[in-house]
């Protein structure tokens, strides 16, 4: 079976989906927080930005992030790239159950606006 080394490095900020304020309402926090560098993560690497310009003055940078079969992710973790911080939209797509016995991975679908 064919194996691809994961080469690159990105940082990955988990949501809190239990994370409550002083008064125990529900607050959208990460760990590690959104300030400080995300967990170093091993990735195969990402595509290129794809982005669309609408007439209310927003840029949307939508990119798909290939990952190793064992990184897990979820709606609103955040990925640190080089070009800036990008929202993970969705559920990881797994391309881990493929035939021939090959599982190359999981696709994490990453989207970032600006404006």
Request: avoid cysteine.
């Given at each position: 079976m064919t194996t691809l080394t994961a080469r690159r490095t990105v940082g990955?900020?988990?949501?809190?989906?239990?994370?409550?304020?002083?008064?125990?309402?529900?607050?959208v926090a990460y760990v590690p927080p959104l300030e400080d560098p995300g967990t170093p993560t091993k990735v195969f690497g990402w595509g290129s930005a794809q982005?669309?310009?609408?007439?209310?003055?927003?840029?949307?940078?939508?990119?798909?992030l290939f990952?190793?079969?064992?990184?897990?992710?979820?709606?609103?973790?955040v990925v640190d790239l080089p070009e800036g911080q990008y929202e993970v939209v969705g559920h990881p797509l797994d391309w881990t159950n493929g035939p021939f016995d090959y599982a190359p991975g999981k696709v994490v679908q990453l989207k970032r606006v600006e404006g």
């Open positions: 990955w900020h988990t949501v809190d989906l239990g994370a409550v304020d002083a008064e125990g309402n529900p607050v982005a669309e310009e609408p007439e209310i003055g927003r840029v949307i940078h939508d990119l798909d990952v190793p079969a064992d990184v897990t992710g979820q709606p609103q973790d």
